[in-house]
């Protein structure tokens, strides 16, 4: 097995198709062929079903498809650490949620960076699952996230409560109708939602992330719940005003990163991003006062 032989699994996988998958990795159609056929001899299982309409994962390629992603990241990880400019001591690949990008850990990257000039590092965004996998594969160095589960191996530490609020750029607004989008915080946002409004049915909008949710309001009016941190600039510019007698939900907020093999580097981002929130827990404190 080869990682040519996984990106080309990964690129059937992806489009269906084994004529796509040749133009997407630069192959010709046989040789496409050739790589899997292979791939299937290994496992000594077949792994796509082919017909007229394409190619499709059977049971045994559905089980490889997630290990095939998790090579292919750690590949690429091995090969951006082992080919680091000299003036690097070590790389950091640091991930999560997209509300989390707002303002608060760019501040945090800009201190690393600040603080450690010879360390590269590697920002991403992406959903729980998908951190979680990074961080458990070891292909991800520490990942912020609202709704972690535990695994073995790995610490889930509590950062914060993040304080959720109603906004839309309606000031006179006070209830929800089908202009509000629901935006998926989670189980424990689920929780506390349906408790502030025992009455709602299902909303006629949803979203997957903050940032959908806020567009969609700002374009064709409504409310949603976004973090009061993410929301502060658009209430002090006036386009967004918070709706009276809304409540203030929670969404408790961690990172994640292995407790086996630890390294310094990690450790010294740990210790940056602790300072920073305790920072801004207090500078909240002293506007509260």
Known sequence: MDIDQIKTFLAVAA???FLEAATQVHVTQSTVSARIQSLEQQFGTRLFVRNRAGA???HAGERFLRHAKTLLLT???ARHEVGLPSRFRASLTLGARIALWDSLLPRWIGRLHSRMPDISLNTEIGFEEDLMRRVIAGTMDLALMYNPRQAAGIEVEYLFDETL??????????TLDDSYVYINWGPTFFAQHRQAYPELE???QTANIGWLGLQLILANGGTCFVPERVATSYLEGGCLHR???SPSLRLPTYVVYPTVGGRSVVEAALEALRA???EEQGESAETTD
């Open 15 to 17: 489009h269906g198709s």
């Open 56 to 58: 499709s994962l059977t």
């Open 75 to 77: 590949y690429e990880q």
């Open 165 to 174: 609020i109603l906004v839309g750029p309606d000031p006179e607004r006070r």
């Open 202 to 204: 299902r909303p006629a």
């Open 243 to 245: 709706v009276h007698g």
């Open 276 to 278: 920073l929130i305790a």
